[in-house]
């Protein structure tokens, strides 16, 4: 049984750091990639970040520069560190696995909130 659990939410003013993990069990880790997608109240998911097996990563536009996303496979856990956090950074993020670069996301942990108060 796949699981994903995320830890690492929290209250932070802005200007703050916060840095969420995610660890996995019942997959093969290493070959999964892994994402980080946030949802505000009243807006569609997003992508945030994504690592592939190999490390690379892709950001969305708004969290480049600020975001960072990283893997320890010997630990099965991804990670996103959150500098400079803004108040629109606040949602519920969600880590997430994908069997491949291109494919959808398939296995989805519970969520942990995230609030910037201003």
């Known amino acids: 049984q796949v699981q994903l659990a995320e830890s690492g939410g929290g209250l932070v003013q802005a200007g703050g750091s916060l840095r969420l993990s995610c660890a996995a069990s019942g997959l093969f880790f290493r070959v999964m990639t892994m994402g980080w997608f946030r949802q505000a109240p009243g807006k569609q998911r997003e992508l945030a970040a994504g690592i592939t097996p190999d490390g690379s990563t892709n950001y969305a536009h708004s969290v480049k520069g ?40 398939n296995y989805w942990g519970q969520g942990t909130q995230v609030t910037v108060s201003s």
């Open 66 to 105: 600020r975001f960072t996303i990283s893997r320890d496979n010997g630990k099965n856990t991804v990670y996103l560190q959150m500098n400079s956090l803004k108040p629109e950074d606040t949602a519920v993020y969600f880590c997430a696995a994908s069997t491949g670069a291109t494919r959808p996301y």
